[in-house]
């Protein structure tokens, strides 16, 4: 079972070549640090709920402290606003300050992201490379429900137990004239979450197709991915308000 993880840099690419080139899954960019949500996620976000397609996401992580690390996670929550990630939401931990701290050190900020997305309802990961973050530490020290997605560049898998193995950045999708990185399934559980899932409103009960149709009606979707993320956020937050209220005669 294959997939890919994509971010702004495969602007272009649509979650349609992607299952049709075979590929089973993708793991989304979505946010970095307490930043800006990476600014094409939503374009993609939207294709894969619509279809059904299952994805995770990932946040590209700052986080030096168990509570930078829970900053992020609530940023990151904020930011698909309850909406389904089936294939878990993931902590990118490789940056050289984070890599530069203690074994206890990383580990207190894995289990404090862990615990965040635990309690959020979503399956929680950790993703890093075999010889910088998983030589310091060890899939057994973590959380039972953390995913362990390991990058080794090559044909050779990681000799490590892990869920997913990232094996290159050169992956090809036809019609797609750029790279992307390829991902592989190394275990049975995220083989199930990895399943096509059928898309649910989230709590408000909301149709999302009905709202993205009469959004764009009302000029307020850009259908080629022109809206900064942010800004959609609070147009689809306001938009459903407003219909929500229409709907109960408030």
């Known amino acids: 079972m294959n997939g890919v993880d994509i971010s702004h840099y495969q602007r272009g690419l649509t979650i349609r070549q992607i299952k049709d080139a075979g590929r089973e899954f993708a793991i989304l960019k979505l946010t970095e640090?307490?930043?800006?949500?990476?600014?094409?996620a939503f374009a993609f976000y939207r294709e894969a709920y619509e279809t059904g397609f299952p994805v995770g996401c990932y946040c590209y992580s700052h986080a030096l402290t168990p509570e930078a690390a829970r900053e992020e996670a609530a940023y990151l929550l904020d930011a698909i606003n309850g909406f389904p990630m089936p294939c878990g939401i993931f902590l990118d931990m490789e940056e050289p300050k984070?890599?530069?701290?203690?074994?206890?050190?990383?580990?207190?900020?894995?289990?404090?992201?862990?615990?965040?997305?635990?309690?959020a309802g979503y399956f929680p990961g950790v993703y890093g490379s075999a010889g910088t973050?998983?030589?310091?530490?060890?899939?057994e020290e973590l959380p039972d429900n953390?995913?362990?997605?390991?990058?080794?560049?090559?044909?050779?898998p990681p000799d490590m137990p892990c869920d997913l193995w990232q094996s290159g950045d050169n992956g090809r999708i036809p019609g797609y004239d750029g790279n992307v990185d390829t991902d592989a399934v190394r275990s049975k559980r995220f083989r199930r979450l990895a399943a096509p899932f059928r898309p649910t409103p989230p709590a408000a009960d909301v149709n999302v197709t009905v709202?993205?149709?009469?959004?764009?009606?009302?000029g307020l979707w850009d259908a080629v991915d022109g809206v900064d993320s942010e800004k959609f956020r609070e147009r689809f937050r306001r938009f459903a308000g407003a219909v929500l209220k229409e709907e109960e005669g408030v």
Do not use: F
């Not at 984070?98 to 309690?119: E, P, T, Y």
């Open 33 to 40: 640090g307490t930043g800006p949500v990476d600014d094409a």
């Open 98 to 119: 984070q890599l530069g701290l203690s074994h206890d050190g990383l580990l207190n900020i894995v289990r404090a992201w862990c615990a965040a997305i635990g309690r």
């Open 133 to 139: 973050l998983w030589a310091r530490l060890k899939p």
């Open 146 to 156: 953390c995913l362990v997605w390991t990058a080794k560049w090559g044909a050779e």
């Open 211 to 218: 709202l993205q149709l009469l959004m764009r009606y009302n």
